[in-house]
């Protein structure tokens, strides 16, 4: 007798991808295609990196993301090694501070609902 197994995965792949870099003492981020919706299965993240003494205010004034499926995470620190502040669905909080001179900012979305997304900008 002969046996074939088929194993069949229904994982989501990231489809969109996205990646920023910011240095300047303010600026803008918002999520790709704003205020039109952002795209499906997506990944995007900003670091935002200051000179050392400097702290990080960010404040986000436009938040709409599918509830408990589409996440914008943010992390007081270099990358994401920190404990994460995790926001979806649309309440947008109040500013975030950085303790130190980095900020890193991950959104992930599935594959279903889309969403404006949202509109943040920094000052340092």
Not at 23 to 48: A, H, K, Q, V
Not at 57 to 66: G, R
Request: with cysteine; glycine share 6%.
């Amino acid at each position: 007798y002969a046996f074939l197994l088929v194993t069949a995965t229904h994982d989501a792949v990231v489809q969109w991808r996205c990646s920023h870099i910011l240095t300047n003492y303010t600026g803008i981020i918002e999520s790709p295609n704003f205020p039109l919706d952002y795209p499906n299965l997506m990944t995007c993240s900003w670091r935002i990196g200051l000179p050392p003494g400097c702290t990080i205010k960010l404040n986000i004034s436009s938040f709409d993301l599918e509830y408990n499926h589409d996440t914008l995470t943010i992390y007081d620190g270099y990358d994401n090694s920190s404990s994460p502040v995790v926001l979806t669905g649309y309440n947008f909080p109040d500013p975030f501070y950085s303790t130190g001179q980095y900020l890193y900012i991950e959104m992930e979305t599935d594959r279903e609902v889309q969403k404006s997304g949202f509109h943040a900008t920094y000052t340092s």
